[in-house]
């Protein structure tokens, strides 16, 4: 008799310890089984099978509780490598979330435990046996052409009854076999020679003891080739190298570069379907593939001999999962690279500054490219919308219209940023003053055009637009503020002969949209580009001498403790866009609120300049890198339930010595009223250790509302 211990899917979120089975047979451990768990057939993962003289009887006298058998067990090798159960184990402690999660957040859909009915695609094929077959001349012929592993698909072509028959004689035999995919290749290119400031990078890479460097280097400074030469090398160790990119969609240069240098490499990211995604993964567990380009979760993948981790961009808050579990794929780089005695580079020309206090204090090796390839920076102006004259338009003014229309002149290309899509983002009664709101959630309704409806930002629901006021009955709404939409409006009215397109969230849903209008950016059929902080990342357009960042103060209004690093991201990257080749680009940004130290920093271009000033303000008011956040997230349709949980889950924090906030209300997102409790401490682990117990406590009452738990997170709103 053995006794397995599984960790089951659906175990409430304080249950993080395995349960015991019982089966005939030894269970390899990390397979996936079916057990029954509280009168439901549930996926679970084995994580240990153990021998036992005693019989059946026996054993449920020593456990105390009739012991239940193993069900099936449903794969034929472990699905995890004894690493990523580690990891996950690390993961659950560090984010408070249940190892059954942290295990499912690594596997694709297809192998996740709760998802047990996914099917895996499969792909029949033949097998050509040799030997004496009393054929026909006709069966030979087919026979002939036909060679071992063949696609039944492909030989039925041929023709099907011939096939039958070559069954039936016993000359060929029909398997099945999972479907593997293929990434489509370009042609290889050579590595372009490293100018002496990235070779010293390069070098300085390859040879530290450090196991973490912070490549700073600035927009169009060349970080990209860099990375390519360190893959090179790593590869030629026989190592495997990760490089993880914020969202692979908005960056298919990134894509075209690596695959025009390495033929075998993956893409890992949300566009592909579960089936291609669960046949990716096959491939790095199987070894197939040395190099994989891929967003977040690829940090997960089975890698067994892994050398580089590159994290481009490392400042982005995609990097951040805030679901359970609500973990940084730093850190979890960082545990792989310790695992595997692999190297990190975190990369970007606006580092986050926890990264970039590490760099100075030396934990991690700094490193910059000062430069640009082309030795330009961009020229940047500030406009002061507050002195603009009175009749001067508000969206474009008069000094953005004039670059415009050199930069039309001399057949280049401009690209205009405004982070807000949709016509207008406010809906306002001009009587009584009333905002036009969701009725799910507590924000305001966008006006789109194109559709003439209003829509939530939020939960995407439409509604009418209404004659009357709804509080004052009056005809008076008046629509607030532009988006994208009305950008590209008035963009055709002032050049009606240029090409001007818009991307963002509402014309680029469909696979692959992105791509299209990128490439036609790239031949030179659209003159101006309008896009929210989609079209601020990654882009190399040579043509590109303008952007324009309109409403470029408008993050700043958030009240959240990371804005102005938001905004001051934002602004740097966007700027970055311009002026990349020979000629020297120009940057105009459009704002109110001018003096702010986030838009002086654009204006310089001075990374320094804004890093010290907003230290200074996350050290007077102990917000990270100064401490850790600690979120406790309770979430309920129902308000009195909420109320309630928030008294409870006050009570058991109360005690702590940690600093809090008064519990705050945040607005309600989906029907879902929403109270934050914040925690902040610079001994994070002892943080973790007093809230596990706080959650346990609370989630043995019954009938509260749901926690949620977020360690640092970046948005507080
Ligand atoms: P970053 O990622 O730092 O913004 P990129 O890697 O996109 O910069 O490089 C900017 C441009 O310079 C690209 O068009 C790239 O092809 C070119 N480039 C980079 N390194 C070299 C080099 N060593 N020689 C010639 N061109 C280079
Ligand atoms: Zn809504």
Redesign the pocket.
Known sequence: MYLVEVYVTNASLNVNYPFTYYADKQILKFVRVKVSFHNKKTGAIVSNCIYSSKNYEELCDEKGYKLLPILEVLDDEPIISQELFDLAFWLSKTTISPLISCLNCMLPKVLKTKDLDSNIKMIRRFHKLEGNFDLTSKQKEVYDKLFDGIESSIARKMSVSIINSLIKKGAIEEYYEEAEYQEDKSDITSF????TE?KSVYDAVISTDKMVSLLF?????????VYLHLAKYYLSLGKEVLILVPEISLTPQMISRVKERFSDVIFYHSELSDQERYEQYKRVKQNKVKIVVGTRSSIFLPFTNLGLIIIDEEHDSSYKQDNIPAYHVKNVAFKRAMSFKAKVLLAS?TPSLDSYSHGLRNDYQLLK?EN???LKLPHVEVIDLSKQKKNSSYIISDQLKLELSNCLSKHKQAIILLNRRGYSPIVKCGNCGTTLTCIDCDIPLSYHKDENILKCHQCSKTYKIPKYCPNCHEDSLVFYGFGTKRVEEELKKLFPDANIERMDRDNVSKKGSHKLILDRFGNHEIDILIGTQMIAK?L?Y?DVTLVGILNADAGLMHQDYNSAKLTFDLLMQAS?RSG?ADVEGKVLIQAFNVDHYAIKAVLKQDYEYFYNIEMNYRNKTLYPPYSHLLELLLVDTNAERLNKSLNILTKLTSDLSYKQYRPFELPKIKKNFRYRLLLIDKDLLSMLKDLTEVINKYLSYKNLSNIKVDIDPLFLE
């Open positions: 372009k020679e490293l100018t990235q280097g600035v927009t169009g400074s060349g970080k990209t080739e020309a490219l640009r390839i082309n990654g190399d040579p970055g990349r």
